[in-house]
Nanobody, 120 residues
Framework: QVKLVESGGGLVQAGGSLRLSCAAS????????MDWHRQAPGKQRELVAT???????NYGDSVKGRFTISRDTAKNTVYLQMNSLRPDDTAVYYC??????????????WGQGTQVTVSS
């Protein structure tokens, strides 16, 4: 079984910053990648940022230059530093881990989500 614990969401004024974290634990042998996605009301879930086992990163166009994804391999934790936040960043942010278990089977697992609200 896998557990993802997300934290760091909240209410912030436009122009402010927040840092999200997501810690993975459980039957994980090796993590392939960890992502952040978000879903605003009435909109489809979109990729915000991803980081893979080689520390290669990729960002959605709307967050490039403002958000930074990083990870602590020893803690199986991924972070999302969000700067220069805008009201249109308001959404539920979801962490996803792509991992191999001890039998080398590959799985994706989603967290419960954390709310980020940016006021104007």
């Amino acid at each position: 079984q896998v557990k993802l614990v997300e934290s760091g969401g909240g209410l912030v004024q436009a122009g402010g910053s927040l840092r999200l974290s997501c810690a993975a634990s459980g039957s994980i042998s090796r993590i392939n990648a960890m992502d952040w996605h978000r879903q605003a009301p009435g909109k489809q879930r979109e990729l915000v940022a991803t980081i893979d086992s080689g520390d290669n990163t990729n960002y959605g166009d709307s967050v490039k230059g403002r958000f930074t994804i990083s990870r602590d391999t020893a803690k199986n934790t991924v972070y999302l530093q969000m700067n220069s936040l805008r009201p249109d960043d308001t959404a539920v942010y979801y962490c996803k881990v792509s991992y191999y278990n001890h039998y080398s089977w590959k799985y994706d697992y989603w967290g419960q989500g954390t709310q980020v609200t940016v006021s104007s």
